[in-house]
Protein backbone atom coordinates (compact mmCIF):
# COMPACT_ATOMS: atom_id res chain seq x y z
CA UNK A 1 0.00 0.00 0.00
CA UNK A 2 0.84 3.56 -0.83
CA UNK A 3 1.79 5.96 2.18
CA UNK A 4 -1.37 8.28 1.63
CA UNK A 5 -3.39 5.24 2.15
CA UNK A 6 -1.89 4.87 5.78
CA UNK A 7 -2.39 8.60 6.36
CA UNK A 8 -5.91 8.11 5.78
CA UNK A 9 -6.55 5.16 7.19
CA UNK A 10 -3.51 5.08 10.05
CA UNK A 11 -5.77 2.20 12.37
CA UNK A 12 -4.33 -0.44 9.81
CA UNK A 13 -2.19 -2.94 10.13
CA UNK A 14 -0.18 -1.75 7.36
CA UNK A 15 0.01 1.32 9.28
CA UNK A 16 1.22 0.22 12.06
CA UNK A 17 4.14 -2.08 10.43
CA UNK A 18 5.27 1.02 8.98
CA UNK A 19 5.53 2.80 12.17
CA UNK A 20 7.64 -0.01 13.60
CA UNK A 21 10.00 0.78 11.30
CA UNK A 22 10.10 4.64 10.41
CA UNK A 23 11.91 7.00 11.65
CA UNK A 24 10.14 10.50 12.60
CA UNK A 25 12.91 13.62 11.85
CA UNK A 26 10.74 16.18 13.25
CA UNK A 27 9.03 14.72 16.61
CA UNK A 28 8.41 18.57 17.74
CA UNK A 29 6.40 18.84 14.92
CA UNK A 30 4.98 15.03 15.43
CA UNK A 31 4.24 16.38 18.76
CA UNK A 32 2.00 19.35 17.77
CA UNK A 33 -0.09 17.68 15.29
CA UNK A 34 -0.94 14.83 17.68
CA UNK A 35 -2.14 17.23 19.76
CA UNK A 36 -4.23 19.25 17.80
CA UNK A 37 -5.63 16.38 16.14
CA UNK A 38 -6.80 15.30 19.73
CA UNK A 39 -7.78 18.41 20.69
CA UNK A 40 -10.24 18.52 17.42
CA UNK A 41 -11.08 15.76 17.77
CA UNK A 42 -12.77 15.99 21.73
CA UNK A 43 -13.54 19.49 21.26
CA UNK A 44 -14.67 20.06 18.03
CA UNK A 45 -16.19 16.48 17.09
CA UNK A 46 -13.89 16.46 13.99
CA UNK A 47 -10.67 15.82 12.71
CA UNK A 48 -9.53 18.17 9.49
CA UNK A 49 -8.64 16.32 6.60
CA UNK A 50 -5.14 16.41 4.70
CA UNK A 51 -4.13 18.88 2.67
CA UNK A 52 -3.79 17.33 -0.98
CA UNK A 53 -0.35 18.66 -1.44
CA UNK A 54 1.39 16.71 1.56
CA UNK A 55 4.83 15.03 0.34
CA UNK A 56 5.55 11.65 1.87
CA UNK A 57 7.54 12.83 5.07
CA UNK A 58 4.08 15.32 5.85
CA UNK A 59 2.12 12.21 5.33
CA UNK A 60 4.50 10.20 7.45
CA UNK A 61 3.60 12.85 10.38
CA UNK A 62 0.05 12.36 9.73
CA UNK A 63 0.21 8.24 10.67
CA UNK A 64 2.91 8.61 13.52
CA UNK A 65 0.28 11.22 14.70
CA UNK A 66 -1.76 8.96 14.94
CA UNK A 67 0.47 6.60 16.89
CA UNK A 68 1.14 9.44 19.38
CA UNK A 69 -2.84 10.69 19.79
CA UNK A 70 -3.49 7.55 20.88
CA UNK A 71 -1.44 7.58 24.00
CA UNK A 72 -2.28 11.15 24.56
CA UNK A 73 -6.17 9.64 24.72
CA UNK A 74 -5.00 6.81 26.59
CA UNK A 75 -3.44 9.42 29.53
CA UNK A 76 -6.59 11.50 29.85
CA UNK A 77 -8.02 8.49 31.26
CA UNK A 78 -11.83 8.87 30.27
CA UNK A 79 -13.88 6.15 28.53
CA UNK A 80 -16.24 10.02 27.00
CA UNK A 81 -12.97 11.28 25.90
CA UNK A 82 -12.11 7.93 23.87
CA UNK A 83 -15.39 7.12 22.31
CA UNK A 84 -15.39 11.10 21.47
CA UNK A 85 -12.06 10.63 20.21
CA UNK A 86 -12.76 7.36 18.03
CA UNK A 87 -16.03 8.80 16.51
CA UNK A 88 -13.74 12.10 15.00
CA UNK A 89 -11.37 9.42 13.54
CA UNK A 90 -14.17 6.84 12.45
CA UNK A 91 -16.09 10.04 10.59
CA UNK A 92 -12.75 11.31 9.43
CA UNK A 93 -12.21 7.55 7.93
CA UNK A 94 -15.28 8.34 6.42
CA UNK A 95 -14.97 11.22 4.77
CA UNK A 96 -12.16 10.07 2.64
CA UNK A 97 -13.60 6.13 1.69
CA UNK A 98 -16.63 8.74 0.53
CA UNK A 99 -14.25 9.55 -2.65
CA UNK A 100 -12.19 6.65 -2.92
CA UNK A 101 -11.37 3.83 -4.76
CA UNK A 102 -13.67 0.71 -4.67
CA UNK A 103 -9.96 -1.13 -4.05
CA UNK A 104 -8.83 1.34 -1.43
CA UNK A 105 -12.70 1.09 0.52
CA UNK A 106 -12.53 -2.96 0.21
CA UNK A 107 -8.86 -2.76 1.88
CA UNK A 108 -10.45 -0.94 4.79
CA UNK A 109 -13.31 -3.42 4.47
CA UNK A 110 -10.67 -6.68 4.85
CA UNK A 111 -8.55 -4.59 7.76
CA UNK A 112 -12.00 -4.50 9.43
CA UNK A 113 -12.73 -8.36 8.89
CA UNK A 114 -15.92 -7.13 6.78
CA UNK A 115 -15.71 -9.04 3.89
CA UNK A 116 -18.10 -7.67 1.02
CA UNK A 117 -18.97 -8.58 -2.72
CA UNK A 118 -19.98 -6.15 -4.88
CA UNK A 119 -22.55 -6.81 -8.26
CA UNK A 120 -24.80 -3.47 -8.60
CA UNK A 121 -24.77 -3.38 -4.91
CA UNK A 122 -22.29 -3.72 -2.19
CA UNK A 123 -23.19 -6.86 -0.81
CA UNK A 124 -22.02 -7.79 3.19
CA UNK A 125 -23.37 -11.24 5.20
CA UNK A 126 -26.15 -10.39 7.82
CA UNK A 127 -24.00 -11.45 10.92
CA UNK A 128 -21.67 -8.55 9.46
CA UNK A 129 -24.21 -6.23 9.16
CA UNK A 130 -26.40 -7.12 12.25
CA UNK A 131 -22.31 -5.79 13.86
CA UNK A 132 -22.03 -2.25 12.65
CA UNK A 133 -25.51 -1.39 11.22
CA UNK A 134 -26.20 2.13 13.03
CA UNK A 135 -28.64 1.76 15.78
CA UNK A 136 -31.36 3.58 13.44
CA UNK A 137 -34.99 2.52 12.29
CA UNK A 138 -33.35 2.90 8.51
CA UNK A 139 -31.17 0.26 8.91
CA UNK A 140 -32.90 -2.37 10.93
CA UNK A 141 -32.41 -5.66 8.92
CA UNK A 142 -36.02 -5.85 8.21
CA UNK A 143 -36.18 -2.84 6.44
CA UNK A 144 -33.19 -4.08 4.14
CA UNK A 145 -33.23 -6.10 1.32
CA UNK A 146 -31.51 -9.72 1.59
CA UNK A 147 -30.30 -12.08 -0.68
CA UNK A 148 -28.62 -15.72 0.26
CA UNK A 149 -28.04 -14.15 3.59
CA UNK A 150 -26.39 -11.27 2.30
CA UNK A 151 -27.51 -7.73 3.03
CA UNK A 152 -27.60 -5.31 -0.20
CA UNK A 153 -26.19 -1.55 0.26
CA UNK A 154 -25.83 1.16 -1.74
CA UNK A 155 -22.15 2.51 -1.49
CA UNK A 156 -22.54 5.20 1.01
CA UNK A 157 -24.72 2.79 2.97
CA UNK A 158 -21.58 0.23 2.98
CA UNK A 159 -19.06 2.94 3.50
CA UNK A 160 -21.23 3.82 6.87
CA UNK A 161 -21.41 0.54 7.93
CA UNK A 162 -17.44 0.60 7.50
CA UNK A 163 -17.33 3.89 10.02
CA UNK A 164 -19.28 2.19 12.93
CA UNK A 165 -16.72 -0.41 12.48
CA UNK A 166 -13.55 1.79 12.53
CA UNK A 167 -15.39 3.49 16.03
CA UNK A 168 -15.77 0.22 17.68
CA UNK A 169 -12.21 -1.18 16.52
CA UNK A 170 -10.93 2.36 17.82
CA UNK A 171 -12.75 2.27 21.18
CA UNK A 172 -11.98 -1.63 21.66
CA UNK A 173 -7.93 -1.13 21.55
CA UNK A 174 -8.47 2.18 23.79
CA UNK A 175 -7.18 2.96 26.27
CA UNK A 176 -3.81 1.99 25.60
CA UNK A 177 -1.50 0.89 28.88
CA UNK A 178 -0.06 4.02 30.46
CA UNK A 179 2.89 2.59 32.12
CA UNK A 180 6.20 3.38 30.60
CA UNK A 181 4.74 5.98 28.03
CA UNK A 182 7.58 9.06 27.24
CA UNK A 183 7.38 11.74 29.63
CA UNK A 184 6.90 13.88 26.92
CA UNK A 185 3.90 12.46 25.50
CA UNK A 186 2.90 12.81 29.35
CA UNK A 187 3.31 16.72 29.28
CA UNK A 188 1.78 16.71 25.94
CA UNK A 189 -1.45 15.00 27.34
CA UNK A 190 -1.88 17.56 30.18
CA UNK A 191 -1.47 20.26 27.66
CA UNK A 192 -4.40 18.73 25.84
CA UNK A 193 -6.39 18.28 29.33
CA UNK A 194 -6.41 21.88 29.47
CA UNK A 195 -7.39 22.59 26.00
CA UNK A 196 -10.31 20.84 26.03
CA UNK A 197 -13.66 20.74 27.43
CA UNK A 198 -14.27 19.71 30.85
CA UNK A 199 -15.89 16.02 30.64
CA UNK A 200 -20.30 16.56 31.17
CA UNK A 201 -21.56 15.11 34.39
CA UNK A 202 -24.56 13.07 34.19
CA UNK A 203 -27.85 15.53 34.45
CA UNK A 204 -29.57 14.28 37.99
CA UNK A 205 -32.64 12.21 37.20
CA UNK A 206 -33.66 9.97 39.73
CA UNK A 207 -35.23 6.51 37.96
CA UNK A 208 -34.40 4.25 40.74
CA UNK A 209 -37.95 4.54 42.29
CA UNK A 210 -39.61 3.12 38.84
CA UNK A 211 -41.12 6.05 38.04
CA UNK A 212 -40.04 5.69 34.35
CA UNK A 213 -41.19 2.92 31.68
CA UNK A 214 -38.94 0.33 31.36
CA UNK A 215 -37.45 1.65 27.71
CA UNK A 216 -37.20 5.14 29.00
CA UNK A 217 -35.34 3.86 32.01
CA UNK A 218 -33.12 1.66 29.96
CA UNK A 219 -32.09 4.71 27.30
CA UNK A 220 -31.22 7.15 30.66
CA UNK A 221 -29.06 4.11 31.72
CA UNK A 222 -27.77 4.48 28.84
CA UNK A 223 -26.98 7.93 28.74
CA UNK A 224 -25.49 7.36 31.80
CA UNK A 225 -22.60 4.72 31.01
CA UNK A 226 -21.41 7.52 27.89
CA UNK A 227 -23.59 5.31 25.10
CA UNK A 228 -24.12 6.90 21.68
CA UNK A 229 -28.00 6.27 21.29
CA UNK A 230 -29.88 6.43 17.78
CA UNK A 231 -31.30 9.39 16.51
CA UNK A 232 -34.45 7.72 16.98
CA UNK A 233 -33.61 6.98 20.78
CA UNK A 234 -32.91 10.49 21.07
CA UNK A 235 -35.84 11.40 20.05
CA UNK A 236 -38.52 9.29 21.53
CA UNK A 237 -36.68 10.60 24.95
CA UNK A 238 -36.41 13.81 24.48
CA UNK A 239 -40.19 14.05 23.75
CA UNK A 240 -40.92 12.18 26.73
CA UNK A 241 -38.71 14.56 28.77
CA UNK A 242 -40.71 17.25 27.31
CA UNK A 243 -44.32 15.62 27.65
CA UNK A 244 -43.54 14.90 32.00
CA UNK A 245 -42.32 18.90 31.98
CA UNK A 246 -39.08 18.76 31.93
CA UNK A 247 -37.44 22.00 30.28
CA UNK A 248 -35.71 22.61 26.89
CA UNK A 249 -32.57 23.62 28.64
CA UNK A 250 -32.99 20.49 30.93
CA UNK A 251 -33.21 17.97 28.14
CA UNK A 252 -30.49 19.62 26.24
CA UNK A 253 -28.05 19.06 29.34
CA UNK A 254 -29.43 15.56 29.48
CA UNK A 255 -27.43 14.54 26.60
CA UNK A 256 -24.54 16.52 26.85
CA UNK A 257 -22.61 13.33 28.23
CA UNK A 258 -23.31 11.40 24.66
CA UNK A 259 -19.52 11.42 22.65
CA UNK A 260 -20.90 12.97 19.44
CA UNK A 261 -22.78 15.82 21.53
CA UNK A 262 -23.38 18.41 19.43
CA UNK A 263 -25.08 21.21 21.37
CA UNK A 264 -26.30 23.42 18.49
CA UNK A 265 -27.81 20.39 16.85
CA UNK A 266 -29.55 19.08 20.05
CA UNK A 267 -31.48 22.13 20.80
CA UNK A 268 -32.47 23.24 17.16
CA UNK A 269 -34.42 19.47 17.34
CA UNK A 270 -35.96 20.10 21.21
CA UNK A 271 -36.95 23.08 20.67
CA UNK A 272 -38.64 22.09 17.52
CA UNK A 273 -39.95 18.82 19.18
CA UNK A 274 -41.61 21.01 21.63
CA UNK A 275 -42.76 23.76 19.42
CA UNK A 276 -44.71 21.25 17.46
CA UNK A 277 -46.15 19.58 20.65
CA UNK A 278 -44.93 16.36 19.56
CA UNK A 279 -46.25 13.27 21.63
CA UNK A 280 -44.58 10.45 23.86
CA UNK A 281 -44.63 7.23 20.99
CA UNK A 282 -46.97 4.67 21.63
CA UNK A 283 -45.14 1.02 22.91
CA UNK A 284 -45.62 -0.07 19.43
CA UNK A 285 -43.97 2.28 18.41
CA UNK A 286 -40.97 2.12 20.77
CA UNK A 287 -41.06 -1.69 19.52
CA UNK A 288 -40.91 -0.87 15.78
CA UNK A 289 -38.34 0.97 16.64
CA UNK A 290 -36.41 -1.36 18.57
CA UNK A 291 -36.37 0.21 21.64
CA UNK A 292 -38.99 -2.02 23.72
CA UNK A 293 -37.46 -3.76 26.62
CA UNK A 294 -40.47 -5.19 28.76
CA UNK A 295 -43.94 -6.47 28.36
CA UNK A 296 -45.52 -3.48 30.74
CA UNK A 297 -48.96 -4.07 29.67
CA UNK A 298 -49.36 -0.44 28.55
CA UNK A 299 -50.07 1.52 25.51
CA UNK A 300 -47.27 3.93 26.34
CA UNK A 301 -44.58 4.72 28.23
CA UNK A 302 -46.41 7.64 29.16
CA UNK A 303 -49.67 5.56 30.49
CA UNK A 304 -47.00 3.43 32.27
CA UNK A 305 -46.07 6.46 34.26
CA UNK A 306 -50.09 6.69 35.12
CA UNK A 307 -50.59 3.70 35.52
CA UNK A 308 -48.22 2.76 38.01
CA UNK A 309 -48.04 6.42 40.34
CA UNK A 310 -51.29 7.66 39.21
CA UNK A 311 -49.10 10.88 37.86
CA UNK A 312 -50.63 12.86 34.71
CA UNK A 313 -47.58 14.61 32.21
CA UNK A 314 -47.29 18.66 32.05
CA UNK A 315 -48.62 18.43 28.69
CA UNK A 316 -49.54 16.52 25.56
CA UNK A 317 -51.21 13.35 27.51
Known amino acids: MELSFYS ?27 KRRVVDAI ?4 I ?40 AEAKRASSYMASDSDENVLSVARELGVECEIDNYYSVSFQDYLRYAPKSVDYKL ?13 RDEFVRILE ?23 EAAEEVRRSIPKEPQPVAVSIENGEFAPCMKKLLEDLKTVENLSHTAR ?12 KVDEVVKLFSTSPDFDESVTRYQVEHAAKRGYKTPSCASMDSYGL ?8 SPLAYRRGVFGKSPAKHD
Open 142 to 154: VNRRLSRGRVMLR
Open 48 to 87: PLMSVELDDSQLLLQVASYAVSRMIVSLLKSRYYVNRYAI
Open 292 to 299: CVSNCGVK
Open 235 to 246: WALAVYMLNIGM
Open 8 to 34: KYPFTRGAKELMSSAKVRDEFQLMGIA
Open 43 to 46: GKGK
Open 164 to 186: EAVKLKIESELPLKTEGIPADIN
